[in-house]
């Protein structure tokens, strides 16, 4: 009787904990951090106005002047396109979507690297708890795009080992996407390239020519973001090549990587990223421990994915602001770098050679 009291608790919780967890996601989705200047720019898409934008300060080039970034104003336009087809749309279902998609590729993710379910869902059930993952699943903003479109990279990279030009096409679409959300991202998409590029030289042994040909098919999106954000920072700076956030005067300055906030950023009391989030430090020995103690293409993985979270970190950290405000939870950029070493937490803690090293250290 208990045992098969067992099974049937397993097959419910299969069957029935995907689905209760996105309706949970449902019900608690609410506008998150910047909102409502989000839909600004999504009800300037679907008008093709950018005087739609409401404010009462105008920018150099006598623009409306909007800081918030527009690519997630883009992921939200939809929504406003098809209210007066379907007026039940909402644009936190929009964000309730996002949510929902990161976490399919990324529970997919662990439990290949982990080898073993459960051992994913501890994992992913800590990364909902303990980063911002979980919070920015009940709140629409540009946080919850970033994360979906950095879990399907992970995916991407991850699970397809065979890459064609259809994998670099949707690659780029993620990593261009990406871009547009939070164009400081784009290390991500990066990474995943240089990842497609040694699976389509070294394991397909293509030449040249054919990674060229998949590294444009790659590349073209990810231009076409570059310049909408070139477009956008022209319009509120009056440069291409300075963003919004870019501002000072005198010895201030908003962003300045010479002179990051690192101990202020990870140990801080406020928002510190490893009192917040202590499953990040957890994470990056996952990763040192797999880069030191795997070889070949293993610990080349686990040393690039180190490089990308350690720029992440440094420069989150040159932001004068770098808690990202009020109304957070915890270090509210890094979701993106909880991915990563989410996955890494499952290679090491699951079935790899790691597993017995990093416990240790744990």
């Given at each position: 009787m208990d045992q098969m009291r067992?099974?049937?608790?397993?097959?419910?919780?299969?069957?029935l904990g995907l689905p209760c967890l996105c309706l949970a996601l449902l019900a608690g989705m609410k506008g998150g951090p910047d909102y409502t200047e989000y839909l600004a720019w999504a009800r300037a898409f679907a008008s093709g106005r950018i005087n739609d934008i409401p404010g009462e300060q105008g920018s150099v080039t006598g623009l409306p002047l909007a800081l918030a970034g527009h690519g997630t104003g883009l992921l939200f336009a939809p929504a406003d396109m098809v209210r007066g087809v379907a007026p039940a749309v909402d644009f936190r279902l929009i964000g309730w979507l996002a949510a929902v998609l990161t976490w399919l590729p990324l529970l997919d993710v662990v439990c290949r690297a982990a080898g073993h379910r459960r051992t994913a869902v501890l994992i992913c059930s800590a990364l909902f708890i303990g980063t911002p993952l979980g919070f920015y699943s009940f709140y629409a903003a540009s946080e919850t795009f970033a994360h979906a479109l950095v879990a399907w990279l992970v995916w991407?990279?991850?699970?397809?080992?065979?890459?064609?030009?259809?994998?670099?096409?949707?690659?780029?679409?993620?990593?261009?996407?990406?871009?547009?959300?939070?164009?400081?991202?784009?290390?991500?998409?990066?990474?995943?390239?240089?990842?497609?590029?040694?699976?389509?030289?070294?394991?397909?042994?293509?030449?040249?020519?054919?990674?060229?040909?998949?590294?444009?098919?790659?590349?073209?999106?990810?231009?076409?973001?570059?310049?909408?954000?070139?477009?956008?920072?022209?319009?509120?700076?009056g440069s291409p090549w300075r963003s919004p956030y870019d501002f000072g005067k005198g010895e201030f300055a908003s962003l300045d990587i010479r002179h990051p906030e690192l101990r202020?950023?990870?140990?801080?009391?406020?928002?510190?990223?490893?009192?917040?989030?202590?499953?990040?430090?957890?994470?990056?020995?996952?990763?040192?421990?797999?880069?030191?103690?795997?070889?070949?293409?293993?610990?080349?993985?686990?040393?690039?994915?180190?490089?990308?979270?350690?720029?992440?970190?440094?420069?989150?950290?040159?932001?004068?602001?770098?808690?990202?405000g009020e109304g957070t939870y915890g270090s509210r950029a890094m979701g993106p770098a909880a991915i990563v070493l989410g996955v890494a937490l499952g290679a090491a803690l699951g079935r790899g050679t790691a597993a017995p090293a990093l416990r240790r250290v744990l």
């Open positions: 067992r099974k049937l608790l397993e097959i419910a919780g299969k069957g991407w990279v991850f699970m397809r080992r065979d890459w064609r030009l259809t994998d670099w096409l949707a690659a780029g679409c993620l990593a261009g996407l990406l871009v547009a959300v939070r164009p400081f991202l784009g290390i991500y998409g990066l990474a995943a390239f240089a990842c497609g590029a040694w699976r389509t030289a070294v394991v397909r042994r293509k030449n040249r020519s054919e990674l060229g040909v998949a590294a444009a098919a790659a590349l073209a999106p990810v231009a076409i973001a570059v310049i909408q954000v070139m477009l956008v920072n022209g319009w509120m700076t202020a950023f990870l140990f801080h009391p406020w928002h510190g990223l490893f009192v917040y989030h202590p499953i990040f430090a957890a994470g990056l020995a996952a990763l040192a421990v797999i880069g030191l103690g795997s070889g070949g293409t293993g610990r080349a993985a686990a040393l690039l994915a180190l490089l990308v979270v350690c720029v992440h970190v440094w420069g989150q950290a040159s932001w004068y602001c770098w808690w990202m």
